[in-house]
Structure formats: C-alpha cells, structure tokens
C-alpha cells in the first residue's frame, strides 16, 4: 500500500473519531514493517497538520481537532511503551516544551524519535515554569534539551529560561523547534545551538551535537 | 502605496514604553474589548455568543502578541500572526473591518492608559499596521 492511501486511511479513521480503526491501521501497518519514521513524518504529522489546518479554515471544529490530537497521542504512547531500541549509556536527552507552550505533541514526537534514535530521553511535556526547568537539568543533567515551541506568546519565558540556563550550564546542548521566523530565531539564537526544521532534522542534529 | 510589511516598524517605541504598555496590559485588553462591544458596525456580528468569545480571545492574544513583538522589535512575526488572524476570522464569518477595529480600540486604549506623550510611537506602529489592514481590505473591495 502506498503511503498516500495509508495517510487517506488514517485521516478517514480520525475523521470519524474511531480509536479502534485508527489504532488497528498501526498495527497493520507495523505488522508489515512499517518503519517508525515513515508513520511519524508520512502519516502522523500530516494528519495532525491537516486537522489543524481544517480547524483554521472552519471546516471542523475544535473537538474534532481534539480527538485526532488524542488518538495520535495515544498511539505515540504505544509506540514508546513498545519500543525496542538499544539506549546507549551516557546520551540523555530532556524533551519538553517551553515554558507557557501547551501545545506538546510535538515534543511527544521527539521524544519517541530521540529513543528510537538510542538516545535515553526524559520528557516533561508542558506548563513547566522556568525556574522548574532549569532545576530539572541539574537533577537530570542531560546532554541535550530539546525544547518545542508553536506560539508567539511564549518568546518571554522562552528568553528567559534559554538565559538562565546558559548562565547555569553553558555546556549543555540546545536545540529548538517548532520556529521557523527568521527574525525570532535570529533572537533565540545566542543561546541555541541548533534549530530544528523537522523531526527528522532535529534527530539528525541531535546525533550531531552529541 | 507600500505593503504594510515594508514601513511597519518599532524602533521608535522606547523600552519605558513598553514597560509600562506590560503595566498596564489588563487595562489595555479590558478597553479594547470594550471598544469592540460598543461598535455599531460590528454589533450584528458580536450579538453572536461564538463569535463575541472568539472576539475577547482575539483581544487577549494580540495584546500578548503585540507586547512581545514590540519588544522585541519582530514587525514582520506580527504581521505574519495579523495575517493568519485575517484568514481565521474570515473563515468564521467576522466582518473584514474587524481588526481594523480591533487595532483602533488598542490605539485609544494605549492613549488613554499610558501618559502623554509616551504613547505616540505605540499609536504610529498601530496606525501603520491599521492603515495596512484598512489597505487589504479595499484591495480586497476594489
């Protein structure tokens, strides 16, 4: 089956909010050695995309945004309680969003991706203040912190949290995603070591950067 | 004329402006709020309970917006976001003079709220912006 039809399927199955059918496709599909990048980057994220972009358009409303969102989250905790990857000793990752970011799929995203990718990852999710992150990095005191960012609103706290960091650890590794704003980055980067332009950009620099 | 894009700038508000535009930024938002509810041309529109919540979010977030764009002097994030703001509201039926209004009611907000003569280089930057939108929309007509 071609990507295409499997993403059709799945945005089908989500639009009829059915858990069951959407959970049974992954299933399938990882039966016949679907590879965890291909559902993430080919099926997962557009899906998510295309529900997000029907919502800004009107054409679904807010729930039916919600329930794709759930059904996807889920089925990325599935993929992390079933994951069978090596995690090599000594590469810890801290996933999470900035502070006042609520949306954490993405960070979700990086996480499972970051596991399959060996690292040992820690995630937080969201509505992590500031001065509670960079507490977090001394107790687990990862390698790298890869935070996600959507909206505008967060930049504040974000420059906060990226300075005190910088002051506290200035070796530890940053990495940001979720901003493509030339001028935003432009503002972040004296303290980030590298943007993410995608999932599978941001693993690739990960390994990079450690 | 130019595109909005080309002449939006914040390089004149000075950082004690801003600093007390965040003061006063609840202030701000009830003001505007205010000002979108008591606008006969938008009356129809926000008799709606929806559409009158989606207005009071709209308030709350381009205030935030607006501040951290100002501050940290980013025109072009704040026009990207007044953008997708345009095509969201339009997807839901709000009137195209809406942010028009929307930024006017902050002009007089900022007026009122901040101390003479300090508001002027907040209230250019919106008058651009408005005077941009208010361009779109004729474009749009025309």
Not at chain 1, 2 to 10: P, T
Not at chain 1, 51 to 57: A, I, L, P, V
Not at chain 1, 74 to 80: G, V
Not at chain 2, 61 to 76: A, D, H, S, W
Request: proline content about 4%; charged content about 25%.
């Amino acid at each position: 089956m071609i990507i295409q039809e499997q993403l059709r399927l799945f945005i089908a199955a989500l639009r009829e909010g059915d858990r069951r059918r959407s959970f049974a496709l992954v299933r399938e599909w990882e039966q016949n050695g679907l590879p965890d990048d291909l559902l993430y980057n080919e099926i997962l994220i557009p899906a998510l995309v295309r529900f997000g972009d029907n919502w800004e358009s009107n054409d679904q409303g807010v729930v039916e945004e919600h329930v794709a969102s759930q059904i996807v989250r889920h089925i990325l905790a599935y993929k992390a309680v079933t994951m069978e990857s090596d995690v090599s000793p000594g590469k810890t990752a801290m996933v999470g969003c900035v502070p006042d970011e609520h949306h954490d799929l993405a960070s979700l995203f990086m996480a499972n991706a970051l596991e399959d990718a060996g690292w040992r990852v820690v995630h937080y999710g969201s509505s992590a203040p500031v001065r509670d992150i960079v507490q977090a990095v001394g107790r687990y005191r990862p390698d790298l912190l890869c935070l996600t960012m959507k909206s505008l609103g967060c930049l504040d706290a974000t420059l906060k949290l990226l300075e005190q960091l910088r002051a506290t650890y200035p070796e530890l590794k940053i990495m940001v995603g979720g901003i493509s704003q030339p001028s935003m980055r432009a503002i972040l980067a004296p303290h980030v070591d590298v943007f993410a332009d995608s999932l599978t950009h941001g693993v690739a620099a990960a390994g990079e950067l450690a | 004329m130019n595109h909005p894009g080309e002449t939006l700038t914040f390089s004149a508000i000075a950082q004690a402006d801003i600093e007390t535009f965040e003061k006063q930024k609840e202030k701000i938002v009830t003001a505007v709020t205010d000002h979108l509810f008591r606008c006969t041309a938008l009356s129809d529109a926000l008799s709606d309970p929806e559409h009158a919540r989606i207005a009071r979010e709209c308030v709350k977030i381009f205030t935030e917006n607006f501040l951290t764009t100002v501050k940290y002097q980013l025109p072009e994030a704040l026009l990207d976001y007044v953008a997708w703001l345009r095509g969201f509201l339009a997807s839901r039926s709000f009137p195209p003079s809406f942010i028009p209004h929307l930024i006017a009611g902050m002009r007089n907000a900022v007026h009122a709220f901040l101390e003479e003569g300090r508001s002027d280089d907040i209230c250019a930057a919106l008058r651009t912006l408005r005077l941009g939108e208010l361009q779109r929309i004729s474009e749009v007509r025309a």
